[in-house]
């Protein structure tokens, strides 16, 4: 639910099934996309390093012998078994597993950025190749309106009110708009390829698009008020929360460590005596304690801690700044491709208006071929236009839904 939130820009598909389409699509590429399996990778080793610092220091063991044996009253004095455990001051494990922890949340954010990011490349790339479907079915009609208009000339050139000059200069013509159309065909497979890269397989996986895209008519709500809840912004809180928690276990680790032992030494008995204690071993319980007088080390800690905090709030501004300039900058391109997408439609009813005119004129026998072409280069230049305001259009929106959403 939470990635069908991100994707809310698909409903301005007027076909709801055709928006199903690229949100499946979405869907698989979270599922295989390798940079999102790399962050939650990292996840987990973050997380799993709770368990690491769960531990207390190691257990010290000794054994001597001694060679030259000391003796006693009760005996000479053989060996010295030793045992010694130091344990760190009160919740001082636990401080290491909340700061542990802490970092491992700051980079659960790394997977929703990584995600939010992967959404919109795949959206942008479908709908860069929805835009090269459409523009060569633009250059497609606009060709066989050529031909059409290549026939009306022979029959003009038969009765003597066309030259053969004007049929040249229509097939001419045709052939550039067949070199556009080759070329489309040509930067479609590339996105094809980027596409298809994005979601993780084979680059030749032939990528079917909607068959129509529209301009909604009104605006939907901006939600730049939730710009700061966004997870890059988020991030730099949970970065800023895990070097308080370094500091508390920074506070911790200057505390003293306790330290328990035992001491075994074996006592060999002395000849030719007998009393109550000759031979008896020696068993020393002990209690250590650990104390850091030249606490420097952690003083400067506490500093770059301060530092570090500073230097978080400065780089979160600075993030807050970038996205407020993007978020606005988009917010005003598809005002622009709205605008644009009307005067396009606007000037491509007034080209087919004047395009009617000239067949009516082909009727009376007085159409010029020139105007034929300077009307049919207008009609193609604006559907060529609207279709670049279109995929403008949703290309900001997705900028914004990433931002917003």
Known sequence: ?????????????????????????????????????????????????????????????????????????TGAQRFK??????????????????????????????????KRKLMTSVSQSYYNLYANKAKQKVLIENIELLKTYETLALTSVEVGNASVVDVLRLQMRQNELQQLLDVLIQQFIAEQTVFNKLLNREKAVKVTVINELIIPSESFEDNSKVLELHPELLKFDKLYYSVEQSELLNQKESSPMIGFGLDYINVEKRPNLDFGDNGKDIIMPMVSISIPIFNNKYKSKTKQNLLQQEEILSQKQERLNKLITRLDKAVNNRVSARISYKTQSKNLKQAKNAQDILMKSYETGKIDFNDVLDIQELQLKFQLNQVESIRKYYIQSTIINYLTN
């Open 1 to 73: 639910m939470k990635h069908i939130k991100i994707l809310i820009f698909v409903l301005f598909v007027s076909v709801s099934v055709k928006a199903q389409q690229l949100e499946s699509l979405i869907e698989v590429a979270l599922a295989n996309n390798p940079e999102i399996q790399k962050f939650e990778l990292r996840y987990k080793i973050a997380s799993e390093k709770i368990n690491e610092v769960n531990t207390i220091p190691n257990t010290e063991f000794g054994v001597g012998y001694f060679v030259s044996e000391p003796e006693t009253r």
């Open 81 to 114: 078994v030793s045992a010694k455990q130091m344990i760190p001051w009160f919740n001082t494990i636990a401080a290491r597993e909340n700061y542990v922890g802490s970092l491992a949340k700051a980079k659960y954010e790394d997977i929703v950025i990584a």
